[in-house]
């Protein structure tokens, strides 16, 4: 019955494949198009991974993984017999991409230039330092590495994926080298990542390497782990803490790295002033601080009452840094056309809702082309749309940009903006992106997906999260947020935290007026989101390299686009690719939280 359901699966993909490519405009890839139809289920799991991951007939016995993948090769019956009657029409790097987009296969598919199959994370160490009055946090995260081969010449790589709360940056990097703490140096991310392939590959010696990634995460890369010593890095990352109605919250920085099955954890909230309604996973001792010793743990959370923003500023090289809140304050807005972004996720009676409540006039559907939305439509377009598991809106088809309105459900499972980089979709955003206002944009459920998650990043999009009943109010009333952005300001918008952070002209005179003393996380993520306001629609030009924006990086010492962090092994490796200390930056001041 299996062998039968393989076939089955194998022929349908095939045929699904042959005619994405005859009826569809090329404007994605057909990997994309059939990543949006296809079935999702553990045998297409294992047809993808054939010949990838899982052994089939007649290949030479290999038990190291091809491509990318991080997985030994594997020995299955089912993937065995069924690749004998059947095999996908797909090249190996198409189905790749579909198991990126739909299995979360991305940290399995990393370019890796040395196996890490015998790795495991021993043990994880957070230590966080929360900022009521300043609605941020800093977290460190220290991890240990164990080798578990029995060949104590053997060296491999390990590789975390790290996911951090919206609006967060990576701030410092550290590796053991010698049994002794070496803090990395900010660089642009080509020297960085120079730096690394050329030690790691050719000479095999001691570095450690954080890049920026799409859709809040980042990447470690840290060599060699050898069975002689567990290996150690820190990774220090600053926060919004996110504003939910009346309450802030701390969330979890969890990763995907080495097995973490039997990972140990070591958890140190420490809270800088007293706090209301302080609710925990684990015991409070006192009032401020929040211990915890276990089993590793990924998702958790702290939550506390609001607190008003201090209006203590932080003073650096003559410039103050200063969080103010903004107010939802509604601007009268009435769009001249309404785009709808359908996928899976939604419901018909929500899209009929939208539809009667508009009275169908200018509203919008995308399925290879823009389509207006009529009564006798309606139906139809909706049924093909939703039958699609995700939706990449064209944001660069939208009429009057500034006038309309986008109203999106976000899903997990989209391609991310890199992963497209070669298509005429993304020709077409990179031609437009940098002339796209702000869009407003309305999402119906939590969570944006990754490619809407990079826009609203880069400001190519404002968005306000809220209920189907919500959105019928603020259209009844003809109301929306305004799009507060300005890249000609010295202000950065903090939208989960609903901050602003303010760059003046300050005198270091300054005295701290009520006791609470600002910390330089201020100064880190204003510059983190003043880049990311700067650079907006130029990420899609690769354009966006200059000096002010890599000069602003290093003074405070943030990863971004256009910068990361490297630990390198000796003075005279930084010297040879050109890594320079900085002298006036925040990168040795960070307040470390040990």
């Known amino acids: 019955m299996l062998l039968i359901q393989w076939v089955k699966t194998t022929h349908r993909m095939d045929e699904q494949y042959a005619k994405i490519e005859m009826d ?63 095999k996908p029409n797909l090249a190996q790097r198409e189905r790749i991409k579909i198991l990126e987009t739909l299995y979360d296969a991305r940290h399995h598919t990393q370019e890796r230039l040395w196996t890490g199959r015998n790795l495991r994370t021993k043990e994880v160490i957070t230590n966080a330092r929360l900022y009521p009055s300043f609605r941020l946090a800093y977290t460190e995260k220290i991890l240990s590495i164990q080798n578990t081969t029995s060949n104590s010449w053997q060296q491999e790589e390990a590789i975390y994926t790290f996911f951090v709360p919206e609006g967060s940056v990576v701030t410092s990097l550290s590796l053991w ?31 450690s390497v954080v890049h920026w990634q799409e859709g809040n995460t980042m990447r470690v890369r840290v ?15 600053t926060s919004p803490l996110r504003l939910d109605q009346n309450q802030l919250v701390y969330e979890n920085i969890y990763f995907k790295g080495p097995n973490n099955t039997q990972t140990s954890e070591t958890v ?23 211990t915890h010793q276990g089993k590793y743990t990924p998702d958790w959370s702290v939550r506390f009452a609001a607190k008003s923003l201090s209006t203590e500023k932080f003073i650096f090289q003559g410039k103050g840094y200063q969080a103010e809140s903004y107010q939802s304050v509604y601007e009268v807005f009435s769009p001249t056309a309404v785009y709808l972004d359908v996928n899976e996720t939604w419901r018909w009676p929500e899209f009929e809702a939208i539809c009667s409540q508009l009275n169908y006039r200018n509203v919008w ?52 903006l890199k992963e497209i980089k070669e298509s005429i979709f993304a020709e077409n955003l990179t031609k437009t992106a940098e002339k796209l206002p702000s869009i407003r944009t309305f999402c119906l459920n939590n969570a944006l997906s990754p490619y809407l998650k990079t826009l609203q990043e880069l400001r190519l999009l404002a968005v306000i999260h809220g209920s189907a009943d919500e959105l019928q109010t603020l ?3 003809r109301q929306f947020k305004p799009v507060l952005e300005n890249k000609n300001r010295s202000v950065a918008f903090v939208e989960s935290a609903q901050m602003t952070i303010k760059e003046v002209e300050s005198s270091a005179e300054t005295t ?53 962090l490297v630990v390198l092994e000796t003075q005279a490796d930084y010297q040879r690719f050109d890594i320079k200390k900085p002298t006036d930056s925040r990168s040795q001041k960070i307040g470390s939280c040990t």
């Open 24 to 86: 569809t405009s090329d404007e994605l890839p057909t990997w994309v198009k059939l990543s949006q139809t296809i079935d999702k289920s553990w045998l297409t799991e294992r047809i993808l991974k054939s010949d990838l991951v899982y052994q089939v007939p007649s290949e030479r016995v290999d038990w190291f993984p091809l491509g990318n993948f991080e997985e030994i090769r594997r020995h299955d019956p089912i993937v065995m017999m069924g690749a004998f009657f059947a």
């Open 177 to 207: 080298i010698n049994g002794k703490e070496e803090r990395g140096y900010l660089t642009t991310q080509a020297k960085a990542d120079s730096a690394y392939k050329t030690i790691v590959g050719m000479e095999r010696r001691d570095p």
């Open 223 to 237: 060599f060699p782990c050898t069975s002689n010593e567990n290996r150690r890095f820190k990774i220090g990352i």
């Open 268 to 290: 140190k909230i420490e809270l800088t002033e007293k706090v209301t309604a302080l609710n925990s996973p684990w015991e409070i001792d006192g009032e401020t601080l929040i």
């Open 365 to 416: 559907v995308y399925d290879d082309q823009l389509i207006t939305i009529t009564p006798q439509n309606a139906k139809e377009m909706y049924t093909k749309l939703a039958q699609n598991r995700f939706s990449l809106f064209p944001v660069y088809r939208i009429s009057n940009p500034d006038k309309a309105l986008l109203i999106t459900k976000g899903v997990a499972e989209t391609p991310s």
């Open 475 to 477: 259209l009844q009333k």
């Open 512 to 564: 701290t007026l009520t006791g609470l003393k600002a910390p330089d996380h201020l100064l880190r993520l204003y510059a983190y989101n003043h880049i990311l306001q700067q650079i907006g629609g130029h990420y899609f030009q690769k354009d966006y390299l200059v000096d002010s924006l890599v000069t602003e990086a290093a003074r405070a010492n943030v990863v971004t686009p256009i910068s990361s």
